[in-house]
């Protein structure tokens, strides 16, 4: 019944910008935290960015200063607005939020999007 879909991933020059976008949708009661992942060739999984319910954000070091993201609590939406990509930004960029479906307050899930390729040219 849930489901999140990331769009806006791309080829972009280094120093250019890209902005990502998740939508949640289905039977959704609340979200809590909604993330976004990325995952290159041969390297684990790494967490960019996480925003709280609130709007307050957590940051890897390495996107700290060039990537920002926020949240539209009534949409069930989610950005990453990445300006100054690297080379090394480049990955499959997933959402991911931690929300309780509708009748089941209190009790939360993760769910994944399926993720947007970001491929950043030298």
């Known amino acids: 019944q849930v489901r999140l879909l990331e769009s806006g991933g791309g080829f972009v020059q280094a120093g250019g910008s890209l902005r990502l976008s998740c939508v949640a949708s289905?039977?959704?009661?609340?979200?809590?935290?909604m993330d976004w992942y990325r995952q290159a060739p041969g390297k684990d999984r790494e967490l960019v960015a996480r925003v709280f319910m609130s709007g307050s954000t957590d940051y890897s070091d390495s996107v700290k200063g060039r990537f920002t993201a926020s949240r539209d609590n009534a949409k069930n939406t989610c950005s990453l607005q990445m300006n100054n990509l690297k080379p090394e930004d480049t990955a499959v960029y997933y959402c991911?939020?931690?929300?309780?479906?509708?009748?089941?307050?209190?009790?939360?899930?993760?769910?994944w999007g399926q993720g947007t390729q970001v491929t950043v040219s030298s």
């Open positions: 991911s939020a931690y929300l309780a479906e509708t009748g089941t307050t209190s009790l939360f899930n993760t769910y």
């Open positions: 289905g039977s959704i009661d609340r979200i809590n935290n």
